[in-house]
């Protein structure tokens, strides 16, 4: 299939293996992600395209929610000699490295862990609520 430029979402590129479309994103802070969608040529969702646009502006606020979440696991696992890490140094640490986005505008969010879990991953759901629920590491 064709690569198509959408309004919002910018170049997107077909993934065979995956049957979705790609692009790539990247964060104020220079972070580079893969959004995928799932959506016929030329025809991305409403949905999709509002909930990408929320999270490119509200990215970092998503990594202090994925703190909330998982901050007192980060703290569990950090040597004792290291600084207790809070909400702000987690947001700090974690970039987004992915997320695929369902016709509703949920998401499922990927994050490199910033070596706060010893180089997992982190995995994450966004809620068309624009919550994140169902945060854990995987790897």
Known sequence: MEPFDDPVLGRLVWNAEFN???CEWV???GARAEISVDCP????PVAMR?????LAANEYALRLQ???QMLEGANDWRNEDEAEITAASFAGRVTLSG???SEDGRASLTYYDGDIFGSHGIAATLTT???IEDAYIFG
């Open 20 to 22: 979705e479309w790609k």
């Open 27 to 29: 964060t104020v802070e």
């Open 41 to 44: 040529r030329g025809a991305v």
């Open 50 to 54: 509002e909930a990408f646009a929320w």
């Open 66 to 68: 994925l703190a909330e």
């Open 99 to 101: 997320a695929t986005f």
């Open 129 to 131: 609520q624009r919550t």
